[in-house]
């Protein structure tokens, strides 16, 4: 991403954010954190193509430079958005019924084996109100990547930001195993400091506005990771630092 700037047309604000560059490695895993508002979901929408940059370029290696976004990126926002009236299947379904890429029935495989590899096989047949809040985000996950749209780039707005912490935990735990075979490049809005440098090889603070600043912080923690790294001193100065920097973009 090169020089992106974004601002809301016939509004008199000054842009949500200006002239951002960034490079995502293939198969990285990146966090976007910052004060609320700065216009990390509008610096989303604008990548996943719901929105035109007002300037700049955005290349992904998939895809032709003038090729539109829309629908190339997975995007899964903070609330599962799963249809009630659907199975777990039939919600994972949606995408190849919006827009079909392989015959129905091999669709319905590989979502059964993923739904094996997400531990949700017993729940084909439920409905969203009969799953725990984090069985609902691990399909809303699934139902993304279904939805994948073969760029390989997975944009995820605070996604567990809803969780309690347990269920939250759980949910990093299973997203820690599964990572390596995804073989996905996944970015992540989120205010959960903890779950960026969890998760994260690199983290960028964003301040938006006129004079936008994005801070990359790497997170050079071992891996695999797990969650009694919290404890550790590399990890506690890590989120040190972090909470440091973010509380210098805060103007109460
Ligand atoms: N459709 C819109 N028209 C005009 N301004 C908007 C619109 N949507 C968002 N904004 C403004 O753009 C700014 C950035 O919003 P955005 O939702 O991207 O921030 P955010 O960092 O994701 O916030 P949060 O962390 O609270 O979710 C805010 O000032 C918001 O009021």
Redesign the pocket.
């Known amino acids: 991403m090169q020089g992106l700037t974004y601002s809301?047309p016939e509004?008199e604000?000054p842009p949500?954010f200006a002239n951002l560059s960034m490079d995502i490695r293939q198969g990285e895993f990146v966090s976007v954190v910052?004060?609320?508002?700065?216009?990390?979901?509008?610096?989303?929408?604008t990548v996943a193509g719901l929105l035109e940059p007002t300037h700049g370029k955005i290349k992904l290696p998939t895809l032709p430079s003038t090729a539109s976004r829309l629908g190339q990126i997975a995007y899964m926002p903070?609330q599962d958005l799963l249809l009630p009236w659907r199975t777990v299947l039939d919600n994972c379904l949606l995408p190849w019924e919006i827009k079909p890429r392989f015959s129905k029935q091999k669709t319905i495989t590989q979502i059964r084996e993923m739904l094996a590899r997400f531990g949700l096989t017993d729940v084909e047949k439920a409905y969203p109100h009969e799953l725990s809040g984090g069985m609902k985000q691990r399909v809303a996950f699934l139902r993304t990547l279904v939805a994948g749209g073969g760029s390989g780039l997975m944009l995820l707005?605070?996604p567990f930001g809803a969780l309690d912490a347990m269920t939250k935990r759980e949910i990093h735990r299973w997203l820690l195993e599964l990572w390596g075979e995804l073989n996905q490049t996944i970015m992540l809005?989120t205010?959960d400091l903890e779950e960026a440098l969890l998760l994260s090889d690199r983290i960028y603070l964003?301040s938006?506005g006129a004079h936008s600043e994005l801070q990359e912080i790497i997170v050079d923690l071992p891996k695999p990771r797990h969650y009694k790294m919290n404890y550790e001193p590399r990890f506690i100065a890590l989120r040190a630092e972090l909470e440091r920097r973010l509380h210098a973009t805060y103007t109460y």
């Open positions: 809301f509004t604000q949500v910052g004060a609320s508002g700065c216009g990390k979901s509008t610096f989303f929408k903070q707005d605070e809005i205010h964003l938006g």
